[in-house]
């Protein structure tokens, strides 16, 4: 089973599915019954917001479906690799470094998508604002760093982190779904600064993108995932 079967590219912007690999039917029997599998959720209720078209959004969302499709596939092969013993395999080594692009492409677009589609402000006495004070000294402050963070060159995602040992927030530049993530962190608020994310409607006007979607942020979404 060689590596290019599992990595032939058949999409754009870092979501491309993976092609099924062609698996004994002993295998395809494991993965039809495999009952869990990670299912799309449906985020069309954004559609409408302000600032965002509704072709980029629909753009946005079936990326968003690749990432879960090939989260799914790559789980698939390689527990079929590990029942046929071939996790010595460099086959097996690709794919499970595969798996944390795939899965974290997956899981950072649902809580973007989830912090997304509010209507109100920042809660000034609410915990998540007593926090970003606390650490950042004021809300201002922290949103200035947050946009400096956004507007920097290249592709990648802006992410407030809570350090739960420490107890701050820190804003962090993750310049890859599966890399630069603080250890031990709970994301709590992210924002997508890859290409796909604002260009059909901004062009390369990214600092136009990040005020839209300020103006659309579910606060109480984000202060939620606070521990």
């Not at 097996?92 to 944390?100: S, T």
């Not at 000034?124 to 809300?139: D, H, R, W």
């Not at 809570?162 to 924002?191: K, S, Y």
Request: with cysteine; net charge neutral; proline share 3%.
């Amino acid at each position: 089973m060689r590596r290019r079967e599992f990595l032939a590219i058949t999409g754009v912007g870092g979501a491309a599915l993976l092609s099924r690999p062609a698996f004994s039917p002993k295998t395809n029997l494991m993965m039809e019954e495999n009952t869990m599998a990670y299912t799309a959720k449906d985020y069309s209720q954004l559609i409408g917001m302000a600032g965002f078209s509704e072709t980029l959004l629909k753009n946005h969302f079936t990326l968003y479906q690749g990432y879960v499709t090939n989260t799914n596939k790559v789980l698939d092969a390689l527990a079929a690799m590990l029942k046929e013993g071939k996790t010595a395999t460099p086959e097996y080594a690709e794919l499970k470094r595969r798996l944390g692009w795939e899965f974290d492409g997956m899981r950072l677009h649902e809580y973007y998508f989830e912090n997304l589609g509010g209507k109100a402000a920042l809660d000034p006495n609410g915990k998540l604002a007593k926090k970003i004070v606390e650490s950042f000294g004021s809300t201002e402050a922290w949103e200035k760093d947050f946009k400096a963070v956004g507007t920097m060159r290249g592709i990648g995602w802006v992410v407030l982190y809570e350090d739960t040992a420490a107890g701050r927030l820190i804003n962090f530049w993750i310049n890859e779904h599966d890399a630069g993530h603080p250890a031990g962190c709970q994301p709590v608020l992210i924002m997508d600064v890859f290409e796909h994310a604002f260009m059909i409607d901004y062009g390369l006007k990214r600092a136009d993108y990040i005020e839209a979607f300020f103006k659309n942020i579910d606060w109480k979404a984000a202060e939620a995932r606070l521990k």
